[in-house]
């Protein structure tokens, strides 16, 4: 879980009931109005139970989760929040730990936190919960991933920048995947304070890359893969910068998208470059462009 700007020694925890159908879209807008994380408990027929954490400076979760299903149009009979409590912050990272678990990811590619045991015949992506997003497990990571590796087969990419890179899993797997210079941007700074020490648990910290609190359009130089899974109304608003960081014959990756928009990427971003490749998980799409 990455609980954000704590302030006590407490954080609350929603049960929350909803049908399967509406999971991921909800899913996606928790997260997006600050849920720290996320736990399926389990599933009957259409409904779907969840565990939602969220720390303790939201002041009213339950309304704010309410505002949210009326904002998405969830029907009214496949939502309910069954409880709402205080709980102590001591024991957070043990609770985590119990559905934290390795996910192998594409042909070669392994996530997994540091207490778990090693997969010595993968490229391991080590990551601690931290504050920054992206442990794999959201489809949207795991779109990237599955991506970045289809494009590290065709090609090697020497330099790499992360947009939006959040824990810093997808810098890791560039340096796993062949990259030698990585470029680590996000808005937030305290996100970015996890990176470095992710790199370090996954044996890279001496590879050569650079952090960096900036948006795309600050950067002043190009690279052979740029990679952003960030969400897509961000996207939508900077096609031409990230043209302009991808070097002619480079990579374009772009994850973060709801199915219902990929019609407009599909288009938009093809006027500058060319689609190669594109796969879709549950609501969640990512495509390769490649610069001509």
């Not at 409590?85 to 024991?91: D, P």
Request: overall charge negative; charged content about 25%; glycine content about 6%.
């Amino acid at each position: 879980m990455n609980f954000k700007n704590i302030e006590n020694s407490w954080y609350w925890e929603l049960i929350i009931c909803c049908s399967i159908d509406s999971f991921e879209l909800l899913s996606y807008y928790l997260f997006e109005e600050g849920a720290s994380g996320i736990e399926e408990l389990e599933e009957d027929e259409n409904i779907i139970r969840l565990r939602v954490y969220f720390p303790s400076n939201i002041n009213t979760p339950q309304l704010l989760c309410g505002r949210i299903v009326e904002s998405i149009n969830v029907p009214t009979d496949g939502f309910e929040i069954v409880s709402q409590e205080k709980k102590k912050f001591e024991n957070w990272h043990e609770n985590w730990k119990t559905y934290f678990k390795p996910l192998i990811i594409g042909q070669s590619l392994v996530v997994r936190p540091p207490w778990e045991k090693p997969h010595l015949d993968k490229k391991e992506i080590v990551i601690n919960p931290g504050l920054g997003f992206g442990t794999g497990y959201h489809e949207s990571t795991s779109i990237a991933l599955q991506l970045f590796e289809w494009v590290s087969n065709q090609r090697d990419s020497k330099s790499v920048v992360d947009v939006g890179t959040g824990s810093g899993i997808l810098t890791i797997a560039a340096f796993l995947l062949g990259a030698e210079e990585v470029t680590a941007i996000d808005i937030d700074e305290e996100a970015l304070k996890d990176v470095p020490n992710n790199l370090k648990l996954s044996g890279l910290s001496e590879k050569n890359y650079t952090v960096l609190k900036a948006e795309p359009k600050d950067l002043d130089k190009s690279y052979d893969l740029v990679i952003a899974n960030i969400e897509g109304h961000f996207l939508k608003e900077m096609p031409n910068e990230l043209n302009q960081l991808t070097k002619p014959g480079g990579f374009l990756v772009l994850s973060g998208i709801l199915a219902k928009d990929q019609t407009f990427f599909q288009t938009d971003f093809q006027n500058q470059m060319n689609l190669i490749k594109e796969i879709q998980i549950n609501e969640w799409y990512g495509l390769v462009l490649q610069k001509v």
